[in-house]
């Protein structure tokens, strides 16, 4: 069972950059895809990104692509997520997510990853 643990939130001012780490402990990380999910106080918790186990191949919400970029460290057992031209609506809590399973795809949905970090604040001030 691998253990999350999100780190490098913080507060940016719109416009800024911040990069998210989450480290992975307790599994072969190289064996898991990996996933960001963000929840913003009084709604859903949504997908974000999320990449393959090699970290060839990545997926990516609507509302971040072209401005967050998700990558992998297998030797550092560590998931990066790389947020440029932040928005005050990127206010949420991040997640980092992992699951061994293999999909048709990247998974992208919150029932597709059985393991769960604690989540890191991100607040974008306008």
């Known amino acids: 069972q691998v253990q999350l643990v999100e780190s490098g939130g913080g507060l940016v001012q719109a416009g800024g950059s911040l990069r998210l780490s989450c480290a992975a402990s307790g599994g072969t990380f190289s064996t898991y895809y990996m996933g960001w999910f963000r929840q913003a106080p009084g709604k859903s918790r949504e997908f974000v990104a999320s990449i393959a186990r090699s970290g060839l191949t990545t997926y990516y919400a609507d509302s971040v692509k072209g401005r967050f970029t998700i990558s992998r460290d297998n030797a550092k057992n560590t998931v990066y997520l790389q947020m440029l031209s932040l928005k005050p609506e990127d206010t949420a809590v991040y997640f980092c997510?992992?699951?061994?399973?293999?999909?048709?795809?990247?998974?992208?949905?919150?029932?597709?990853?059985?393991?769960w970090g604690q989540g890191t604040q991100l607040t974008v001030s306008s």
């Open positions: 997510a992992a699951d061994p399973r293999a999909y048709y795809g990247l998974p992208y949905r919150a029932f597709e990853f059985s393991y």
